[in-house]
Structure formats: C-alpha cells, structure tokens
C-alpha cells in the first residue's frame, strides 16, 4: 500500500490551500479516509474523515466551515481543501485509513 501527501506549504494568515492524497495497492473505494495532522511535541490528531462513498464527513470542531474533504474513487484520492487558515493550523498533515500512513505534507501558516 502507497499513500502520498501532496500540497503543502507555506501561506499567510487568512490564506488557502488544498491538499491532495493518492492512494494506491488496496481497495480503495471500500476504505474511509482520514487527514491527521501533527505539530511537534503534541499528538497527532485526526482533522477530517470521508466515509468509502463520500456521502458521510466528519470534522474537529477548530476546523469546521474552513475545511472540507472530498474524494475521488474513480482516481484513488482524496483532498483537504482548507481557507481561512490560521497558524494553529501549523503541522505536518497525513493521510491515512486503518493502519496505512502517507509520509505527511507540511503546511505552515505565518505571516
């Protein structure tokens, strides 16, 4: 199984972004998905989660209403399209599902 991040990187306060996720060597479309993110020093904590089918999200409440995640079965991702982005915001953001992890993508809010 291969998950990769990709989308991150550096933007002001107020500022957007999207980040992608590929995924490839399983069943795709039979698997939920989930974004996480980290900041050093505290735990991961997961941001957004998209059932197999899409038609079921779920988000941390700091996020809600600046973030949504959506996917693409037909092409193997997932995306976390993110506005208003604040530097608590700050991490290294990882797509998963179960037990699979990507390398993370780091997005960074400062002005």
């Known amino acids: 199984v291969q998950i990769r991040e990709s989308g991150g990187g550096l933007v002001q306060p107020g500022g957007s972004l999207r980040l992608s996720c590929t995924v490839s060597?399983?069943?795709?479309?039979?698997?939920?998905m989930r974004w996480w993110r980290q900041v050093p020093g505290q735990e991961r904590e997961w941001v957004a989660y998209i059932s197999n089918g899409g038609l079921s999200t779920e988000y941390i409440d700091s996020v809600k209403g600046r973030f949504t995640i959506s996917r693409d079965n037909a092409q193997r991702t997932v995306d976390l399209e993110m506005h208003d982005l604040r530097p608590q915001d700050t991490g290294v953001y990882y797509c998963?599902?179960?037990?699979?992890w990507g390398q993370g993508t780091q997005v960074t809010v400062s002005s």
């Open positions: 998963s599902t179960y037990n699979y």
């Open positions: 060597g399983l069943a795709f479309s039979a698997y939920p």
